[in-house]
């Protein structure tokens, strides 16, 4: 047997062990009420938006329309944006008194923008639960007050229900999926809540609520100031000061569409990636890992790899990936086929942006919202 033939089937095994573990952890993801109770606390809503016009409106409106929260607040912090945001966000707030509008401070040294616009948030929030907001998220009625049962009910520090990503264009349809994919693939779940292990965290910004005192004993948002995927620090953060906190399922309280076409997924990925997987080396044995395992089954699958056998391992492993991919799509509200058949293309996609992202980040050339990044 060549050294293909068995990589070949060292990747289909791995891809194989995936799919049952992604089939466990689907069956484990935390499922909110639909019918919760009503919030028996103060809930501020954080809601930082820059050149957002577009978008802050109607994430304002979802959330004022909220149900279950009698005692809501809504901060919206303008960020130092050009287009007009702090406007369309008066207009939308149109005198609730439940809403402040706030204007962002300079960016402080040493501090990214995001971080640097939740700290103000956080900073005047009266709330014991903070719920950081994107403003390209659509809340349903019953969102927060789920949310805030998620973390009550199962006495977590921080969770993030992950929200229904919206994927239109065949390039977002290519990658995007990728994003629940990877850690209902990966990652134990109910271990990780737990775990103070940073390699076992997961956490999306899009939605995402915190105790506000466990927040305080973490250090705050200072602790992540210079983190480019902050949401997954802060949980790191709270886990090392003995907390708990992960991701659920958020499929029925939210849909983001985060970017919008090929342009804006390039870049959009382009400054986290390469943060995601730490290191040179790190992307290195990323990429290398994720092609043996999901990108050459399917190339032995079409090529036979030197044998017959070779060709059925390849099948074997190219459909156990393709089975983690409609799992996860059907747990997570995403669309399942005909995209998972793809699933070897969106991984050596996936790919190309980890290499690209840190060929940028070593030049110099990662931006994000006319904010270079360091």
Known sequence: MSAAERLVRAGSAVAVVV???????????????????PVAE??????????EAHQVGGALAAALASTGVPDLEVLVLDDGSRDGTAATARDAADGDPRVRLLTGAPLAPGWLGKPHALAQLAAAASGSVL???????????????????LLRRHRLDLVSPYPRQLALTPAERLVQPLLQWSWLATLPLRLA????????????????????????????FAAVKSEVLDDVALVRAIKAVGGRGGVADGTDLATCRMYDGWPALRDGYAKSLWSASGSPAGAALLVGLLGAVFVLPAVAALTGIGSRSGRWVGVLGYAA??????????????????????HPVSVAVLCGLVV???????????SWKGRALP
């Open 193 to 220: 809540e737990r775990s103070a292990r940073p390699s076992l965290s997961a956490a999306n910004g899009q939605l995402m609520a915190l105790d506000a005192a466990a927040l305080v004993r973490a250090g705050g």
């Open 321 to 342: 990936g393709v089975a983690s991919r409609v799992i996860a799509a059907r747990r997570t509200g995403g669309r399942a086929w005909p995209d998972a058949l793809a």
């Open 356 to 366: 690209r992202s840190w060929r940028l980040r070593r030049s110099g050339g990662l």
């Open 19 to 37: 799919a049952l573990h992604t089939a466990v952890n689907a069956a484990l993801l935390r499922r909110p009420l639909t019918a919760p109770p």
């Open 131 to 149: 719920v950081c907001l994107d403003a390209d998220v659509r809340l349903a009625p019953h969102a927060l007050a789920a949310t805030v049962d």
């Open 42 to 51: 103060r809930v501020s809503v954080l809601l930082p938006v820059r050149d």
